[in-house]
Nanobody, 127 residues
Framework: VQLQASGGGLVQTGGSLRLSCAAS????????MGWFRQAPGKEREFVAV????????YYADSVKERFTISRDNAKNMLYLQMNNLKPEDTAVYYC?????????????????????WGQGTQVTVSS
C-alpha cells in the first residue's frame, strides 16, 4: 500500500485548505484511515480518523468543529477539510492506514495501529 498526501500550502489565519491522500491497492475500502501532523520540534500527533465505511470518526480536541475527515472508497481517496485555520495548525500532515484492524477504537488516536504512512504535506498558516 502506498499513500500520497497532497494539498498543503501557505494560508492566512482563518483560511481553508483541503488535504487529499491517494491510496494504492484494492483493499482501501477496508482500511481504517487517519490523519496525523507534526510541527517543528514536536512529536507527531493525532488529528482525525475514520472507519472503513466512514460511519465513525474521531477528532483531536484542537481541531473539532474546524476539520472534517472524509473518504471516497470508490476512488481510493481520503480527505481532510480544514477550515478556520490557526497558526498552531502549522505542521507536516500525514495520512496513515491501518489495514489490519476491523473496528475503529481508541487505539487509533495513537500511532501504533497504523502500518502504512504517507510522505506528508506541509501546511503553513500565517498570522
Amino acid at each position: 500500500v502506498q499513500l500520497q498526501a497532497s494539498g498543503g500550502g501557505l494560508v492566512q489565519t482563518g483560511g481553508s485548505l483541503r488535504l487529499s491522500c491517494a491510496a494504492s491497492g484494492r483493499s482501501f475500502s477496508t482500511y481504517i484511515m487517519g490523519w496525523f501532523r507534526q510541527a517543528p520540534g514536536k512529536e507527531r500527533e493525532f488529528v482525525a480518523v475514520t472507519s472503513w465505511n466512514a460511519n465513525l470518526a474521531y477528532y483531536a480536541d484542537s481541531v473539532k468543529e474546524r476539520f472534517t475527515i472524509s473518504r471516497d472508497n470508490a476512488k481510493n481517496m481520503l480527505y481532510l477539510q480544514m477550515n478556520n485555520l490557526k497558526p498552531e495548525d502549522t505542521a507536516v500532515y500525514y495520512c496513515a492506514a491501518d489495514s489490519r484492524s476491523r473496528n475503529l477504537g481508541i487505539e487509533h488516536l495513537r500511532n501504533g495501529p497504523y502500518n502504512y504512512w504517507g510522505q506528508g504535506t506541509q501546511v503553513t498558516v500565517s498570522s
